[in-house]
C-alpha cells in the first residue's frame, strides 16, 4: 500500500513496513467468528468510528479557535480603531499561515504521528483562518459569507464521500501520482507568486488576486482539493483495511483537516470574488 501523499508517505504502517500489517491486500483477514476485529472499537486498531472522533476533535478545536480569533481581531469597520484592527487581522493571518505551515510539514514527514503536534496544527491553522475569513467578511462587507463558504465546504465534502462510495471510485497509482504532481505544482506556483507579490514584481496579486484569474484559480484549486478528498478516503480506507494501529486515526484527521481547510479557503476566496465591487 505504498502512499505517494507526504501525509501517509512516511508512516511505516501505511507503507506496509509496521510489522503488524500485510504488505498484500490478499492477506488482510475478518475474523468471522464473532471475536473482535479492527472494523470495531476497542480493538487499539484504526477504525472508521476512530477516524471520525479523531477529525471531530481537531476541526472543533480549529473551529474554536478560529472563533476566539474573530472576536479577538475586533471591528474592521471605518472607524479610528479599525486600522489597528487590520493589524491584527493580517498579524494573526500572517503568524498562523507561516506556523500553520511549517506544523503542516512536521507532521507529513514524521514517522510516528503526534497528536499533540496535529492539534498544534490545528490551533494554529484556527487563528489563520479565523483572520482570513474575518478580512474576507470586512472586504465584501457580510459576514454571511463566511457561513456560505463552510456550507459549501460541507457539500463538497458529502458529495465527494458520497460519489467515492456510491460510484465505487478506484483510485490508481497513476492517479495518485497525476494528482499529487499536480499539488505539489499549484503549491510551488503559490509560493512564487506570493514572493513576487511581496517584491512588487506582480500586481494585484498575481495568479492569487481577487479577479477573474484569481477566479479561475481558485477554481482549479477546488477541483485538486476534491481529488485530495478521494485520495483521503482511500487511503484510510486501506488502513483500516489492513488493521493499522489507532494512533494512525490521527494521521488520518491531520490529512483529513489539511484538505478541508484548503478547500474552504478556496471556496471562500471565490465567494469574495463573485461578490466584489
Known sequence: ???????????????????????????????????????????????????????????????????????????????????????????????????????????????VVSPALVLAYAVFEGVFVGAFSKVIAAFVGDASIVFQAIVGTMVAFGGTLAAYKFFNIQVTAKFRKVVMISVFAFFGATMLNLLLSWTGVVDDGGIRGFNTLGLLVSCAAVVLAVFMLILDFDYIEQGVAAGLPERESWRAAFGLTVTLVWLYIEILRILAILRGD
Not at 25 to 44: A, I, K
Not at 47 to 73: P, R, S
Request: hydrophobic share 45%; glycine share 14%.
Open 1 to 111: 500500500m505504498k502512499s505517494s501523499n507526504p501525509v501517509f508517505a512516511r508512516s511505516a504502517e501505511f507503507n506496509g513496513r509496521g510489522g503488524a500489517v500485510a504488505n498484500d491486500p490478499s492477506q488482510w483477514q475478518v475474523d468471522l467468528g464473532g471475536s473482535p476485529t479492527h472494523t470495531e472499537r476497542g480493538t487499539g486498531r484504526m477504525t472508521m468510528d476512530t477516524v471520525v472522533e479523531k477529525t471531530g476533535i481537531t476541526l472543533l478545536v480549529l473551529a474554536v479557535v478560529a472563533g476566539i480569533t474573530w472576536v479577538m481581531i475586533g471591528d474592521l469597520g471605518s472607524d479610528a480603531t479599525a486600522s489597528d484592527a487590520y493589524g491584527r487581522a493580517f498579524t494573526f493571518a500572517i503568524g498562523g499561515a507561516l506556523i500553520g505551515l511549517v506544523l503542516a510539514f512536521v507532521n507529513s514527514f514524521k514517522k
